[in-house]
C-alpha cells in the first residue's frame, strides 16, 4: 500500500491553520492545570435562493458557496438543466444567495420539513425521499485495495478534526485517490459542500466513491444516492433505515471501516476482491479517528 505524507494531491483538503475555523480556549485538564486547546468555531449561514429564504445552517463558515449549492441540489430545489446565473456571498451579513433563471415556489416544501439524526440539527424539506423514485445507480465496480488505500491516506491526512476534534469529515474519492475533502460541524454540511463543488465543476459521481467519517443515516444514504455516488463508506455504523434505502437504491454501503476490516450490508455485488486483508496494517489508534463522534 502506498503511503502519503501530505494531501499536496488533492483538489480540496482541510486547511487545519486557516483563520476563523478555530479559537483558543483556556481551560483547566484532569490535573488541574490550566491548557490551551483549539475549538471549533460555528457560525450560521443563512441560504437564499433567489429572493426566497431557505434555511440558517450551523457551518464551521469554510467554502459557503458550495455549501449553500450542495444542500439546494440535495433538497431537490436546484432542478437539471436549471441554469445558475450567480452565487453571491456576503460576509458580513453570513448570507449565500443563489439565483437561478427559475422561478422560486417553495412556501409548502418549507413549511414541511423533518429534522434529521445529522449533528448540528440537519434538515431535510419535503419528502425524504423525494427523487429516488426510478433512480438507478451506476454498475460500476469497487476494488477492495482502494477501500484500504483511501482508509490509510484520508485517516492520516492533516485535517481540523486532528487539530480540534468535535467535527466531522466526507471525501469525494476516485479509484484509490481521495478527490474532495470537506469538514464540518455536521456530516450533512461537508456533503453538500462536496455536493456543491461537484455542481459548479461538472463533476459526474458515476465513478465515484464517498467516505466519511460519520454513521451511515438515512439521510447520508439519500444524499449520496441523489448525487449519483453509488458508493458509500464509513468509519462509523449503519442506520436500519440507511440500510433499507440503500438496498432499494442499490447503493454500496460500507461501514465499520477500520485498519483491515469492513463490513458491507448492501451492493456487495460491486466489490471485487483484490486485496488480502491479512496484508493490511492493522490501525494505528494514533492516527484514526473516531467516527460518529
Same mark, same amino acid.
Given at each position: ?30 490535573? +488541574? ?31 459557503? %458557496? ?15 438543466? %436549471? ?10 451579513? %453570513?448570507?449565500?444567495?443563489?439565483? @437561478? ?29 423525494? +427523487? ?11 476494488? @477492495? ?37 470537506? %469538514? ?110
Amino acid at each position: 500500500m502506498q503511503s502519503h505524507d501530505d494531501s499536496t494531491d488533492y483538489i480540496i483538503a482541510p486547511d487545519p491553520g486557516a483563520a476563523r475555523l478555530t479559537r483558543a480556549v483556556n481551560g483547566i485538564d484532569q490535573a +488541574g492545570q490550566v491548557v490551551q486547546i483549539n475549538v471549533v468555531e460555528e457560525r450560521p449561514l443563512t441560504i437564499y435562493l433567489n429572493g426566497q429564504e431557505i434555511v440558517t445552517a450551523m457551518t464551521i463558515g469554510d467554502y459557503p %458557496e458550495y455549501l449553500a449549492l450542495g444542500f439546494l441540489k440535495n433538497q431537490g430545489m436546484l432542478r437539471d438543466g %436549471e441554469t445558475i446565473k450567480g452565487v453571491d456571498y456576503d460576509d458580513d451579513l %453570513e448570507v449565500v444567495v443563489v439565483r @437561478t433563471d427559475g422561478q422560486t415556489t417553495y412556501e409548502e416544501k418549507l413549511k414541511k420539513k423533518t429534522r434529521t439524526s445529522g449533528c448540528a440539527v440537519g434538515t431535510v424539506f419535503g419528502d425524504m425521499m423525494e +427523487g429516488l423514485e426510478g433512480l438507478t445507480l451506476p454498475a460500476t465496480s469497487v476494488k @477492495t485495495s482502494w477501500l484500504y488505500a483511501l482508509a490509510h491516506r484520508i485517516n492520516t491526512t492533516p485535517s481540523l478534526y486532528l487539530e480540534a476534534g468535535a467535527i466531522h469529515g466526507s471525501v469525494l474519492c476516485h479509484g484509490d485517490r481521495p478527490l474532495v475533502y470537506m %469538514e464540518d460541524v455536521g456530516r450533512h454540511n461537508a456533503v453538500d459542500k462536496i455536493a456543491g463543488w461537484m455542481v459548479s465543476e461538472g463533476v459526474s459521481g458515476a465513478d465515484k466513491i464517498m467516505y466519511t467519517t460519520g454513521r451511515l443515516t438515512s439521510e447520508m444514504v439519500i444524499k449520496c444516492a441523489l448525487m449519483g455516488v453509488p458508493v458509500l463508506v464509513s468509519r462509523s455504523g449503519f442506520t436500519a433505515w440507511g440500510v433499507e434505502i440503500a438496498q432499494q437504491v442499490g447503493l454500496t454501503c460500507i461501514g465499520r471501516m477500520r485498519g483491515r476490516r469492513f463490513t458491507c450490508l448492501s451492493g456487495a455485488d460491486r466489490l471485487e476482491w483484490d486485496a488480502d486483508p491479512g496484508s493490511v496494517p492493522e490501525e494505528s489508534k494514533r492516527s484514526g479517528r473516531k467516527g460518529g463522534v
